[in-house]
């Protein structure tokens, strides 16, 4: 009999139960028949009942399906009725078989049911196949299910089963192969060049599938999305082709129907979040937990391709690939900007998976060939035809952005924010269509989800590096950006024009162009003070970037950062990010004087080493070792009278990061020189009981 892998590839919206594959054990007679009994009764009112409909496609094979379904109900209350002492032995095993059998088949019917329209199209032959394999099942099964003592009438109804079911052919609906044969017809149009006339996509979506508003289209599309998420090499169509029909369906939804909202809600619609992943949350609590290092901090999954990239980060291949291909030039966890985009296995993490997968017996597939690079890897690249249709979809939104009415506007800001979330080339087209400077408007609108929606695409439409320099080139685009992270109508709309800002930033020549906007930087340090935590991490990282850039040290004294950043020493949530902006800035003498005279700062400091991340420690004693470098003799006072410094770097030079090691040796060696100098020249106010600094300083 097939296996129940035969759904392995057609399902990906949600894994089967355990129960598809693995047959009931310990369970009696009378358990497994009550339970085939149940999910045959449950099969066959599947399409009976006041609110239940037949599916849109494949009714036919459902409906055959359901009617055999029907018949083996009639064998299974046989078998309760005669009792399982009048039968041979064999009975259990096939009731075992016929339960796996059954649910196969609801897991079938329940895809039917759950499936776009689109998806079913595309999928109309594979799903054509899996119906005539469950025919051959039942065949298979009831030829060897044992039938005496059952009454005459059931063993009929059994016997014109079998034959049916012997007899039955592979059936595809002509009507729906015609129909996936014209979809793919519109994506040939755009992908030589010609967009589909509107009368015909009208025919199409409207009359011949019933997708007939602005709902319909976005159940299609994110469907659709679902499955290109899920791509892992052995869909069909590819996920390049399943990307082409995603802008043939949005483009679709712009032309046939209103830009205004379908709900008359506008904002209140969030996009729902995307599924990952094969295993439901019941199966995967059965598992044990995942080390923390063994999951990529992008997708949060199992690693299975560990790479590191240019600064020293690990991710795993397909999701590092996904973001550099997607138009991302900086480092995901720390934000730093990528020397390189060269992916360097990182084989001891793989063998160390390895080992931990096979110690708890869980599957674990390492690539086939290690050494393979980036470009080779698996990514869902657009088609021509996809882009065709993106830049169609752009300049209907483009106009609506132009001269739509002020909801329409909003409506089609919103869709910009959701079409660049993705894709350097989905970005590409919108920014070359012009939606910048009409973005820009919006900025400063008084309506809340305008602006919201407007800040957002542009923090999105800024991820593709060439949309940094459009942005920046339009006049007066940085300073309404800057006038929403100040007053904006919400705190989303703040938090992302804080991100938008970081995101700029990348670009060195424009650090110091934000820097000196008016308002910029205090508008971040209020966000990193007063702010939700994703705000905070919003502020605290553009604050970073703005640092690395020499000529802004006075403008972050000036505006009130260095105090915004010492208070967020004490927040867990970015004071890994805080200690590195303190030390960038106290390279420079006025900043490390600045930092110096805070009062708080050499404390905040040294409670970062105490109880910070690896990363924090790192930042934080680079901080104190450039205090003392650059902030004279009152900063390096300070530092070296610090309450249990000396334990702190001792603890450091064996258990911190390369990097702190070094720092961390760097700063003791200050801390003797001062010692040395306060006995014998007077140098410092620090007298023999201020210090106990019995350390041995490596050579690192």
């Known amino acids: 009999m097939a296996s129940a892998a035969i759904f392995s590839s057609l399902r990906r919206r949600r894994s089967p139960s355990l129960e598809a594959f693995v047959a009931p054990v310990d369970l009696s007679y009378a358990a497994v028949l009550e339970a085939s009994r149940a999910i045959s009764n449950e099969l066959a009112s599947s399409f009976s009942g006041k609110h239940k409909t037949a599916p849109f496609f494949q009714g036919k094979n459902s409906r055959s399906l359901i009617r055999k379904i029907q018949v083996v109900s009639v064998l299974l209350d046989g078998f309760r009725d005669v009792g399982f002492s009048q039968f041979a032995p064999s009975l259990f095993l096939c009731l075992k078989e016929l339960y796996l059998l059954l649910y196969r088949s609801k897991i079938l019917i329940d895809y039917i049911k759950g499936s776009s329209k689109l998806w079913l199209l595309l999928q109309s032959q594979s799903i054509s196949g899996h119906f005539h394999d469950m025919n051959q099942e039942i065949s298979t099964l009831l030829d060897v299910f044992p ?66 508003n602005v709902k319909s289209c976005r159940v299609e599309i994110e469907f659709l999305e679902e499955q290109i998420v899920n791509h892992d090499g052995d869909i069909e169509p590819t996920a390049s082709v399943l990307n082409g029909f995603v802008a043939l369906v949005r483009y679709t939804r712009f032309l046939l129907f209103s830009f205004e909202d379908e709900e008359g809600e506008l904002g209140k619609w969030k996009r729902k979040p995307t599924k990952k992943g094969l295993i439901t949350k019941e199966i995967a609590d059965t598992f044990v937990t995942i080390p923390k290092d063994f999951c990529c901090p992008i997708s949060l999954d199992l690693m299975h391709d560990p790479v590191i990239i240019s600064t020293g980060q690990t991710y795993d291949r397909a999701s590092i690939t996904r973001w550099m291909e997607d138009g991302h030039s900086n480092c995901p966890k720390t934000g730093q900007v990528l020397v390189h985009t060269k992916l360097v296995p990182n084989r001891a993490l793989s063998n160390l998976i390895l080992q931990w997968c096979t110690a708890n017996s869980i599957p674990y597939d390492p690539p086939e060939n290690p050494h393979h690079s980036s470009e080779s890897a698996v990514s869902a690249l657009l088609s021509k035809a996809a882009i065709e249709a993106t830049k169609a979809t752009s300049a209907l939104l483009v106009e609506q ?96 024009a804080a991100a938008t800002l970081f995101s700029l930033s990348a670009v060195h020549d424009y650090k110091r162009r934000i820097a000196q906007e008016n308002g910029a930087i205090e508008a971040l340090a209020a966000l990193l003070r007063e702010g939700t935590p994703r705000g905070k991490k919003d502020a605290v990282t553009a604050l970073f970037n703005l640092s690395t850039h020499d000529d802004n040290c006075a403008r972050m004294i000036d505006s009130g950062a260095i105090q915004a950043l010492i208070g967020a020493l004490g927040c867990e949530v970015v004071f890994e990010e805080a200690a590195g902006a303190l030390a960038l800035i106290a390279r420079q003498r006025m900043g490390a004087e600045a930092v110096g005279k805070e009062e708080m700062a050499v404390a905040g400091l040294t409670e970062v080493m105490r109880c910070g991340t690896p990363r924090a420690k790192e930042n934080a004693v680079v901080a104190l070792l450039e205090l003392c470098r650059s902030g004279g003799a009152a900063a390096t006072e300070k530092v070296v009278k610090a309450p249990a410094l000396a334990n702190l770097l001792h603890g450091l030079l064996f258990t911190g990061t390369k990097r702190a090691r070094r720092k961390a040796a760097s700063l003791a060696r200050v801390v003797q020189r001062c010692e040395h100098a306060s006995f014998h020249f007077g140098g410092l106010d620090v007298g023999p009981g201020d210090m106990n600094f019995p350390i041995s300083v490596p050579v690192l």
């Not at 006339?197 to 009208?202: G, Q, S, T, V």
């Not at 350097?424 to 989800?449: D, V, W, Y």
């Open 147 to 212: 039938l005496l003592n059952l009454s005459e009438d059931v063993k009929e109804q059994v016997e014109l089963l079998q034959k049916q079911s012997r007899n039955s052919k592979f059936y595809i609906d002509g009507n729906e192969d015609s129909l996936r044969l014209k979809l793919y017809d519109f994506l040939n149009e755009f992908e030589n060049g010609r967009i589909p006339e509107r009368n015909d996509l009208y025919a199409f979506f409207v009359e011949k599938l019933g997708i007939c």
């Open 401 to 496: 952005l132009a001269n739509g009415t002020p909801r329409a506007k909003t409506v089609a800001a919103r869709e910009i924010r959701w079409l660049a979330k993705s894709g350097k080339q989905n970005r590409a087209c919108i920014a070359e269509a012009g939606a910048i400077p009409l973005l820009k408007n919006l900025l400063s609108s008084p309506h809340t989800f305008a602006q919201e929606n407007s800040v957002t695409a542009m923090l999105n439409l800024s991820i593709y590096d060439k949309n940094k320099i459009r942005i920046m080139d339009v006049e007066g685009c940085l300073g309404a950006i800057v006038g929403v992270l100040r007053n904006g109508h919400t705190t989303e709309g703040k938090e992302n």
